[in-house]
């Protein structure tokens, strides 16, 4: 079927509010159209705008080109107002009218997808000024002017977003290796939840993750939208004259991103720049996804974004309310059990012995969860079917599913060790407060 370009982008009207979340729909690279394939369950960022009108099973044409709803896996998120303010795509692919079609796209996994760069960089305009940033970690404050005479790489990323998690062991890697080079590379730390606007988080998340590359605390969105960036990760590759030569939306393609800095180096003047691109051998949250298992995808737990909810009690907005898990629940969808209170960003367990289920198919389950708002941690007991996970343990937890919530981030509770398939994982909390705001798989 030869190659197909879709690069989408979303842009924001001047009506949303300001940004407060992500979606994990996004933009197509250069995939090949064997390659294309969309995962069919309406979870939110998955065929976000027709999921809920198309069967799981029904493939979509578009252009010739016919796109398996059963199948496909995503690579980044994006970033949208609210849950009913959605955001046109623009194709740049002519011909190719995903955008006038569908609205929204999902993710791409760019791992599969081997025709993504042609090889020519070209000039996308100057690196928009760093003065949006609210603080620095790693480094003094930067600017477009301090930073001429380097390669840049701009990472804008989140600390509780997957993807941009699984993309640190190759940019901690590209700053070492590169640094005698004149590379920087320059993460931009734009928020979606609240807690991640807090410096103090900031600076503990990159202290755990042993980042020691410049950090742009963007709390207020201010470099986000000197970029008029859309996606969580998103990396931007500058030119030694303060030029953007080439972006990639998402994780994954590592390859083709490390042979552009390669060149960037080399055109800069750069000598022992070259050589094999990087094998991660990352474990835990940073190991690679396994798309091949993936049929679950982000799934909110705040009014603004849920989706699948499916206690028989009506979710209620900002108020407490007794749920109950069902019996049985079918793929891709979650309930809540005790007393809850549900807000826009996330639910909060009211009583001891609050539980939340999800059923879900992918090798990791991961959630994004907080202490009490005043900081006391929260034990918890995760149980996949029914029983301890053994040998199923995610990272943060033990093999009898035992963990704590001690501080707001990303939480791998399962990764499945053998086959995968269909599971039900159920976490029950010990005490009042905590709050839950995203699943996340991969």
């Known amino acids: 079927m030869g190659v197909l370009l879709e690069e989408v982008r979303r842009r924001r009207s001047a009506s949303d509010p300001a940004p407060t979340s992500r979606s994990r729909t996004g933009a197509l690279d250069i995939v090949s159209a064997n390659a294309l394939k969309f995962t069919g369950t309406c979870a939110h960022g998955i065929l976000n705008g027709i999921g809920h009108n198309v069967p799981q099973d029904a493939p979509l044409k578009c252009a010739g080109v016919v796109i398996d709803v059963d199948a496909f896996h995503r690579g980044q998120r994006t970033m949208d107002g609210s849950n009913h303010s959605r955001r046109n795509f623009l194709g740049a692919a002519a011909g190719?009218?995903?955008?006038?079609?569908?609205?929204?796209?999902?993710?791409?996994?760019?791992?599969?997808?081997?025709?993504?760069w042609s090889g020519a960089l070209v000039d996308e305009g100057p690196?928009?000024?760093?003065?949006?940033?609210?603080?620095?970690?790693?480094?003094?404050?930067?600017?477009?002017?301090?930073?001429?005479?380097?390669?840049?790489?701009?990472?804008?990323?989140?600390?509780?977003?997957?993807?941009?998690?699984?993309?640190?062991?190759?940019?901690?890697?590209?700053?070492?290796?590169?640094?005698?080079?004149?590379?920087v590379v320059l993460g931009v730390h734009s928020p979606e939840f609240a807690f991640e606007k807090v410096r103090a988080n900031v600076e503990e998340a990159v202290?755990?993750?042993?980042?020691?590359?410049?950090?742009?605390?963007?709390?207020?969105?201010?470099?986000?939208?000197?970029?008029?960036?859309?996606?969580?990760?998103?990396d931007y590759f500058i030119d030694a004259k303060g030029r953007i030569r080439h972006h990639h939306f998402?994780?994954?393609?590592?390859?083709?991103?490390?042979?552009?800095?390669?060149?960037?180096?080399?055109?800069?003047?750069?000598?022992?720049?070259?050589?094999?691109?990087?094998?991660?051998?990352?474990?835990?949250?940073?190991?690679?996804?396994d798309f091949a298992t993936a049929h679950s995808s982000e799934t909110y737990v705040g009014y603004a974004r849920a989706e699948q909810f499916a206690s028989p009690e009506e979710q209620a907005r900002n108020a407490r309310r007794t749920y109950s898990v069902p019996?049985?629940?079918g793929l891709n969808q979650w309930a809540l059990g005790g007393v809850w209170t549900v807000g826009a960003e996330s639910g909060v367990a009211e009583e001891a012995k609050g539980r939340i289920a999800f059923r879900f198919h992918s090798r990791d389950l991961h959630v994004v969860l907080g202490p009490t708002k005043d900081g006391k941690p929260v034990a918890f007991t995760v149980r996949v079917d029914g029983v301890?996970?053994?040998?199923?343990?995610?990272?943060?937890?033990?093999?009898?599913?035992?963990?704590?919530?001690?501080?707001p981030r990303l939480y791998q509770l399962v990764r499945q060790k053998g086959r995968v398939a269909d599971r039900t994982c159920e976490i029950a909390f010990a005490d009042s407060g905590v709050q839950v705001f995203v699943f996340t798989f991969g």
């Not at 609205?103 to 993504?116: C, D, I, M, S, W």
Request: hydrophobic share 40%; with cysteine; glycine share 10%.
């Open 96 to 116: 190719v009218g995903f955008a006038a079609a569908f609205g929204k796209l999902p993710f791409v996994n760019t791992n599969r997808a081997a025709e993504r």
């Open 127 to 183: 690196m928009p000024e760093l003065g949006g940033a609210v603080g620095w970690l790693n480094s003094p404050a930067l600017s477009r002017e301090s930073l001429r005479g380097k390669v840049v790489l701009v990472d804008i990323w989140t600390y509780s977003c997957i993807n941009s998690l699984r993309q640190l062991p190759y940019l901690k890697y590209w700053a070492e290796k590169y640094k005698d080079a004149g590379l």
């Open 207 to 234: 202290r755990a993750m042993r980042v020691t590359y410049p950090i742009a605390i963007d709390s207020a969105h201010g470099v986000w939208k000197a970029f008029n960036n859309e996606y969580w990760p998103a």
């Open 250 to 289: 998402g994780e994954g393609d590592y390859d083709n991103s490390e042979r552009i800095l390669q060149e960037l180096l080399q055109e800069n003047g750069a000598s022992g720049s070259s050589g094999g691109a990087f094998r991660v051998s990352a474990a835990g949250i940073e190991a690679p996804p």
């Open 327 to 329: 019996a049985a629940l």
């Open 388 to 407: 301890a996970p053994r040998d199923d343990h995610g990272a943060d937890v033990d093999a009898d599913g035992a963990g704590v919530v001690k501080e």
